[in-house]
């Protein structure tokens, strides 16, 4: 319920779902048999619910506990991480740590393409050039990728 009133992306609802989230939080961790994956999850929608509130600290606190989480895990759900990581991204980089968005990012799209294989990559990369805009800005983004691919 909490995902559906951030989605709704108004003050009023995020407002409505900060609460239920924290409250998913807490009963994740009060519950002794829970899902490390589930709080992960749940600590990476909170996460989502800061940015949009632009509360940019709390939101990158979030997202790295929700990563520490993941990748403490013995059975880490890699597509999950790959979504956090992404998130992080855009938070560091609203943030202008570009440095370290960038290897938020990298790490992402390594993750989902040992996860879906390089053709499923591939399509996303072709898709993400038609959309890029102007011709000149669509050749630096071809550019920037195929150095990422290349590392």
């Not at 990748?71 to 560091?92: D, W």
């Not at 790490?107 to 959309?131: K, P």
Request: aromatic residues 6%.
């Amino acid at each position: 319920m909490a995902r559906t009133y951030l989605c709704m992306d108004q003050a009023e609802h995020i407002a409505r779902a900060l609460p239920l989230q924290l409250e998913a939080l807490r009963l994740h961790k009060a519950n002794p048999e829970y899902n490390v994956n589930e709080y992960a999850v749940a600590h990476a929608n909170l996460a989502s619910t800061f940015q949009s509130m632009d509360d940019l600290d709390r939101a990158l606190e979030h997202f790295r506990e929700s990563i520490r989480i993941h990748r403490s895990s013995p059975k880490i759900e890699l597509g999950q991480l790959a979504l956090t990581l992404c998130g992080l991204g855009r938070v560091l980089s609203t943030q202008g740590q570009h440095g370290e968005a960038a290897a938020a990012f990298n790490e992402a799209m390594r993750l989902q393409r040992s996860l879906y294989g390089e053709e499923h990559f591939q399509m996303g990369v072709s898709t993400l050039r038609r959309r890029s805009g102007s011709r000149a800005r669509r050749t630096r983004v071809a550019r920037w990728l195929a150095r990422r691919l290349r590392a």
